[in-house]
């Protein structure tokens, strides 16, 4: 069984940076493309971010050029790179199996951006 922990998140300035991490244990994720999720309150989850296995990365239109999803496939971890952040950035951040999810999600981890 695949555990996700994601770290990383906190309280920042409107402008600022957060650099998350992503562990997966109990499955390496070399063939699998990963991705970042979120999730603010009231509203549903979505996806940020996508790196596939052989590089490839998507992002929406509003974390386009903003932030940068990476990976360490020798770490089976993922990283998520977010550069001048927006308060509407502000939620629980998750990583998975895009699209939707593959893997039991973990706990996520809180990004929480002031104006």
């Known amino acids: 069984q695949v555990q996700l922990v994601e770290s990383g998140g906190g309280l920042v300035q409107a402008g600022g940076s957060l650099r998350l991490s992503c562990v997966a244990s109990?499955?390496?994720?070399?063939?699998?493309?990963m991705g970042w999720f979120r999730q603010a309150p009231g509203k549903s989850r979505e996806s940020v971010a996508r790196?596939?296995?052989?590089?490839?990365?998507w992002y929406t239109d509003a974390t386009k050029g903003r932030f940068t999803i990476s990976r360490d496939n020798a770490k089976n971890t993922v990283y998520l790179q977010m550069d001048n952040l927006k308060p509407e950035d502000t939620a629980v951040y998750f990583c998975?199996?895009?699209?939707?999810?593959?893997?039991?999600w973990g706990r996520g981890t809180q990004v929480t951006v002031s104006s």
């Open positions: 109990g499955r390496t994720f070399t063939n699998y493309a």
């Open positions: 790196i596939f296995s052989n590089g490839n990365t």
């Open positions: 998975n199996r895009p699209p939707s999810g593959f893997w039991e």
